[in-house]
Every structure is written in C-alpha cells, then in structure tokens.
RNA sequence: GGCGCCGUACCCAAGUGGUAAGGGAGCAGUCUGCAAAACUGCGAUGCAGCGGUUCGAACCCGCUCGGCGCCUCCA
C-alpha cells in the first residue's frame, strides 16, 4: 500500500484514487524562458519516478504537465534579445525536452502550454468575479483572499501573519495586499488577447487551475512540485479552483526538496546553479552513463529533503553505478563453471521485489528502493562466484532491469564496458594520436586533464599486450596497463585469456 | 515577526519507541604473473549537546547550539 507525505494535511497518507486503478496527476513545469538547471531536474525526476512506481503497481496514470508560456520573464527575455515571445518559448521547450530526454524523463501524458487555455482561463475568472471572490480594477482582475474563508490551508498560513512580514509595495487597488491578479491588462507590445475586461493576459497562477480542471476534470488525486510552489502559487492554485468549483481541488499535494549547494539553495541571485546541458557538456563521461548517474544521484535521497550537488557526490554515484555494470557485464558473460550457484535466485528475487515495494510504499523511498538492489547487486555475484547458468544470469538481468525501470536505472546494455578484445589483434592501423583536454568540473573546479582516446586506439594497445602476455612479456604487458591507467582506462584480464576494458 | 525543514561513521544516506540498513572511500585477506572485478573480514557502545518521559529513545517531550528554506518570481 503505496503511502505519500500530503503537505496539505501535514501527514503521511495512505493513498487512494478516486477512480479504482487510475490515477489522474498534475505537475507544475517551467516557465519557458530559461535553460533548466539541476533542481529542475530533481523535480521532474521525483514525479517521473512516482509516475513510473503508480504504472508499476499496475494503475492507469494521466500526467499532465504544464508549460507556462505567458509571464513576465519571457516577455522580459523576448524584449532583451529583441525576438518574439513566442520565439523564446519554442526555443525553451525545445530545450527541455532534450535536456529531460537526457535524463530519461518520460513525456508526460498531456503538455499543456498556458496560451493555448486562455478561454478556460477567461471562463474561470468570471466564474470568480460572479461569485464575489474576484473583483476588476482598471482592467486588472485580482482575487479577493479574503472572501475566501480557507486561504492559507496548505502553506499554514494565516493572513494576519503573512501581513505582519510582507514588504511589498502596497498597491492601493487591492482591497488586500495578498489580493492576486488572474487578468492583466496589457501594455502595449506586450502579448494580449481580448477579454471581458479588455485586452489582457493571465495572472500568475490561474492557468494551472485551469489547465488541471481542463485535462484531469475538478477534482484530481495529485498535485505536485517544488517546494517554493507552496507558497504562493498552490495556496492560490486551491483557492482560485475550490472557489470557483466550490469541490475538493486535488486530494494528494507532494512537494520535493531542493537541490543545494555548499548548504544553500541554488538560484540566480547566488551564482550558484547548474544548467542541465552545462553538466552534460562538462562531463567525462558520455551522455548515457551521465544522464543515468544524475539519476542515480538525485534519487539517492528521500524526495522530500535537501540533496547537496557536488563534483564529489556525482563521483560517487558513478562509482556506485558501476558495480552494478560491472555485475550486468559479468552476467553477458560465460565462465564454463558447474551451476553450483543455481536454485538460489528465485529467492533472492522474491526478497528484494519486497524490499523494493517495502521502500516505494513508505513515501517513495528511493534511497532504501536503492538500498534493497544493492542487496541483489551482492546476492547475484556469490551466486556468479559459485557457478550460475545461462539461463539464470538472464533472470537476474531482466530482474535488474524491471525493477530499475521504475527508477529509470539499468536500463544500458553497453554502459561503458566494452566488448572482449579477442586473442589476436585484427585491425591494426595506423596509430590514432592520444589526444588530452582539460576539462571543467560541474562546480567550475579544474579536475585535471583526463585524456580522451578513441575505442579503437585503445583496442590496438590491448591486442598488443595480449599478444605480449602470450609471449610471457610480463614487464611490456604492465607497461601498456600503466599507460592505459594513466589515460583513465581499467583492463580487466579475464581467465580464458581475453582482456575487457572500461574508462 | 509568522510558518517550516535539517543536524546519523572519513563522505553520501536509510531508519521516527525494541536495541544503528545500504553505498562510496579506506585497511586487511582470498583469487590473480601483476592488476581489476568479485568474495570475506575490519569500521559509529553511539545518532549536534543537555535534561525529561519509558522496562527500553537516534526516534516522544523540553531547553540549548549549529545550518537552511518560505513569507517577493523561483523546482
């Protein structure tokens, strides 16, 4: 029985759809004027993983996602490159689709975009002005919080508190200062459409009511995303979409943590954040092995508290990977052993689907999901120790792979192993030139030069260190392994005589 | 001022009343021409500190110290 922290009751809740086997979700996206950063990332991942845990249980999941495409940034960025809002948007979408790519985020089911629900944003915002909890002020619309008597219920909040701390500048139109636009009048060159109330363009926070009520209907089982988001923007999301409705809005709110860094939040202000392709770009390792350690990484701790990035912490995601790709590697391969390790797995497997489920149910926790294949990860190489069949090494395999697709993990077959250099070198050519460049860390920190060389210059090497061994050459073999060592390249001699090799 | 989060070994990180999961790094051993991988063993008598409740607390309560977030756009 899969339980969630509900931020709206403040509980850990056992969770229950309101249709039997379905579930319908909304997610906040990104306001499109922007490259994601890394705490976007986290955000999109976390409700992947739920997405992908609710289909593992075997419910039919509608996820919808949103993209907000009308906001005061974009038009800020349009004005500043001197192109079309419209132009800003498409490039950022675009980008975060290959950027979530990258990471294995799966589509969700409906991507919405704000502009194309202006009539259902227009509609809702009568509704709220006919039933007195919105009011017009020279073209503006806002939302009067305090007709709406639960305003508060999910940041626990209570007016009079936020009052005390707001240091905004008061605008004398507003019956209240937490009053909140749903319409704004257009200046001219700004994106506009007609309204009732003249041409304008919507609020801050009425298009995902909007776009949530259009797609999943009024009530829906959950809403989530980051952190920041509960206050203001889903503490106006309910009272926008409960007022106009007058129905529960959605039942179940998850909300994920923050990426750090050195302790503190990541953002604009600080300097301190990591664009998704920024880390792509900088890394050493290739673009599927970094998108599974970034996955790996931030599903290494629960969703709900804070995750500190660092080069340090990507480093040892890699190497907690790779003793899982070491383990796929070994299970492709055959080492002519009796099957003494046979009859064992089906236990094992039993053990961890348990442990695994045990870990999903209790809030999505990863962090112990991780933890339960960990202990298979050590089952199935003592079993590979004593002799494992063919047959068996393919269970374990595809049990890797259907438990890790709900994470999105172990889904590679080439990894960075590499295939088995035969006995005798084949293709000599003529020798590829090692080149070396410099690389950058993610957190800006020179780490040294790493070399990169190209898989068949290191094949030749390998073959000729072999055919060094064959001659008992032990001293010309080790100096090859030293050299290749140097260059961040591993070989691993295998008992028959072949070697196989990784960066 | 209001609301809230966090502090577990060298590092990351589960655990929220029953006697400290897991990973990384390290050290030792087995194996190996050497190495890598794998396996085995070692590693917090203690969970920021101090009190309290309890047969029993990292987990509950109180206080203190330290770090952070939200209240303004923000994943």
Redesign the pocket.
Known sequence: MLTLFNTLTGRQEAFEPIEPKKVRMYV?G??VYDYCHI??A??ALVFDVLRRYLEYGGYAVTFVKNFTDVDD?IIKRANEQGISCDAVTAKYIQAYHEDMGKLGVKSATQEPKATEHIGDIIQLTEKLVAKGLAYTVDGDVYFAVSNYPHYGRL????LE??Q?????EVDERKRHPMDFALWKRSKPGEPSWEGPWGPGRPG?HIECSAMSIRHLGETFDIHG?????????HENEIAQSCGATGKEFARYWIH?G??QIN?????KSLGNFFTIREIFEKSEWSEEVTGEILRYFLL???YH????FSD??LK?AK??LN?FY??FH?LKETDGLAAAGDGRLTTAVQRVRKSFADAMD?DL?T??AI?AL??LR?DV??M??KGLSNEERKQARQEFRSLGQVLGLFQSDTWQFNPTVPHAATNIGPGIPLSSQGKHSPTGAQSGPIATVSDSEIEVRIAERIDA?KRKD?KR??TI?EELKSLGI????KPDGTSRWKR
């Open positions: 906040c990104v306001t705490g976007h986290r955000s940034k940041s626990k909040r209570r508190d936020l005390a701390g707001a240091r905004v801050w995303g980051g952190m920041d988001l509960i206050f203001p923007h994920n923050f990426v302790q503190e939040k990541m953002s290494s701790t629960h508290g804070p995750l500190d340090q912490a040892e190497n907690a003793g070491d383990l070994r209790e926790n962090s112990a933890a960990q202990g050590s190489n003592k590979i120790d061994k032990f073999a080790d392994r591993t070989i691993e001699d």
